[in-house]
């Protein structure tokens, strides 16, 4: 199989899985147990803390290991609780719908709308009264079509009205450089299946001094705001993750810059063939288009017939015969829109697979 949907998830690392099975086998402690296997325990999730905050530049004290970036999402807009939120139209359906599906939870909810390109623009906020404990939701780089979004612009612009920033950085995290500290925000929601990581285990940071409310209640971990007794495994492979995405970081993000632009030098031979946010700075791994006239769920499928796999956008929202809610905000025609192709590049992609992808895609297009 080609797989070409790395947005969606990642396959989990050799080296991730050996450093993850100790804890699945003999070294099975509850990290809040006293004796001997619970101290063990203990340590790893205290180093798997320091490897994610190497990663993003942070104190790894304030990394709060979660069960996904899905709730690490829920857990920051929790902060926002009767108060007023500006999210922006392009989130992912963790921060969006989490907003727009529980609406009495906020005294206002505001969107911040995005352009043709696929960028959400400081002039959005221009003329804004902010209130001290509003609350900013912008993600760091958008999972379907890639285009990064310039949140420190939005920082600096908010910078003294006691507004709390957040930011989605799930997809951005291990592709572009990322540094909490530098960035300002004091919310960044990650996760670890998108590093080649385990599934189930994700991380809020969040900037010393910000309070949280827990969104569960039952027990004293992750500094009292996320109980439930810690999934050690997964926390340490997430850990291992991310210190490989660190020590890796220009190979990989070289290897998937190329790769994707040879792709999109190939996919502009097609005829009417679109990509999505192409004159903005984009994921170097992210790549969407549209065909018109074609049933981009059809083609996926065929796609898949062909062993390759790619995406029509989010994964969390799959086999909706919606189009795509970021590609409606930027505006780009319904028919066009339901003909989106995501592909989306992974550390061991090749150049002949890009090759192969495109002659498939060439010949399923010559009949339609």
Not at 305 to 317: E, L, P, R, Y
Request: glycine share 10%; charged share 20%; net charge neutral.
């Amino acid at each position: 199989m080609i797989y070409l949907d790395h947005n969606a998830t990642t396959p989990i690392d050799g080296r991730v899985l050996e450093a993850m099975m100790p804890y699945l086998q003999g070294l099975y402690g509850n990290p809040s147990s006293l004796y001997r296997l619970g101290r063990v325990a203990r340590s790893a999730v205290d180093c798997a803390r320091e490897q994610v905050a190497a990663l993003i530049d942070a104190p790894a004290s304030q990394i709060l290991f979660t069960s996904s970036g899905t709730e690490a999402n829920a857990l920051a807009l929790a902060r926002a609780q009767n108060r007023r939120l500006w999210v922006s139209a392009i989130e992912h359906p963790a921060v969006f719908e989490n907003a727009s599906k529980q609406p009495e939870r906020y005294l206002e909810i505001n969107i911040l709308v995005a352009d043709s390109s696929g960028k959400v623009l400081t002039q959005g906020i221009e003329g804004i009264k902010f209130q001290a404990g509003d609350f900013v939701s912008l993600m760091l780089a958008n999972n379907e079509m890639g285009a990064i979004q310039d949140v420190l612009a939005f920082v600096e612009q908010l910078k003294g009205l006691g507004v709390i920033m957040h930011t989605d950085a799930v997809q951005a995290l291990g592709k572009i450089p990322l540094s909490f500290r530098q960035l300002g925000v004091q919310l960044m929601s990650l996760s670890s299946h998108k590093i080649y990581g385990p599934k189930g285990c994700g991380a809020l940071v969040r900037q010393a001094g910000v309070p949280l409310r827990p969104i569960m209640f039952g027990g004293e971990q992750e500094q009292g705001l996320r109980p439930g007794t810690e999934n050690v495994a997964a926390i340490v492979g997430f850990g291992k993750a991310a210190e490989l995405a660190r020590l890796e970081f220009d190979q990989r993000a070289s290897l998937m810059s190329a790769l994707r632009n040879r792709l999109e030098q190939q996919l502009k031979g097609i005829s009417g063939l679109v990509i999505f946010a192409e004159a903005v700075e984009r994921l170097p791994n992210t790549l969407q288009f549209g065909i018109p006239d074609v049933n981009g769920e059809m083609l996926l499928m065929q796609l898949d017939q062909k062993g390759i796999a790619v995406s029509t956008g989010s994964a969390c929202s799959a086999g909706s015969e919606h189009i795509s809610p970021v590609l409606a905000a930027m505006g780009v025609d319904r028919g066009l829109a339901k003909s989106a192709i995501r592909v989306s590049l992974g550390k061991d992609n090749t150049e002949s697979e890009i090759d192969q992808f495109v002659s498939v895609l060439k010949t399923l297009l010559a009949r339609h």
